[in-house]
């Protein structure tokens, strides 16, 4: 158990549909971050929160948005989903703002989008 | 940014053997090098990293080296075992923004 909870595991909708994915990161970490993995990709990089900021943002469609809440836990809103979003979301969490350590992964959100 | 490479896509390997996953990155700056293990319906978990002043590191049965000249670093796994079937990734980063290679499934074979 990595001690990042992320909700819902599994999500089914519609394209044009919005749906929220949760995050929790380990106790103590200021650090959230989300990637997306795609059937046979690997770990794509979509942003980054520290202590409630955006630090840093990778491939993050402008349909996607992400914010970190003052109690720490991360949202990822994507809209207007396409069948393409279908993916494995993960939340990772870590101590510090930079410079490089180790990523705690939560076990994922899986969205299929119909 | 970053962009890494990762071979083979899949790797097959009779238990007790050993396995070898390369990976190469194209920044030069970059400096840390992890490499993750995701099991089935789990989140990838850190195994090993080896950081740029670093040429080798070793933990049990796995083990890294670093070529910073070639811009390439390896993954060996030796004596595996049935528990060692899963997908790796390897990243490098240079700050905290880690690129990851696109994966290896290892299947160790009984």
Redesign the interface.
Known sequence: DSGVTQTPKHLITATGQRVTLRCSPRSGDLSVYWYQQSLDQGLQFLIQYYNGEERAKGNILERFSAQQFPDLHSELNLSSLELGDSALYFCASSVALTGPGELFFGEGSRLTVL | GEN?E?HPSTLSVQEGDSAVIKCTYSDSAS??F?W?KQEL??????II?I?SNVGEKKDQRIAVTLNKTAKHFSLHITETQPEDSAVY?CAA???????????TTVTVRA
């Open positions: 890494v990762q400096n840390y992890p993750y319906g789990k989140g990838p978990q850190l990293d950081r990734f980063t240079w700050d905290y923004k880690l690129s990851f290679g696109a994966g």
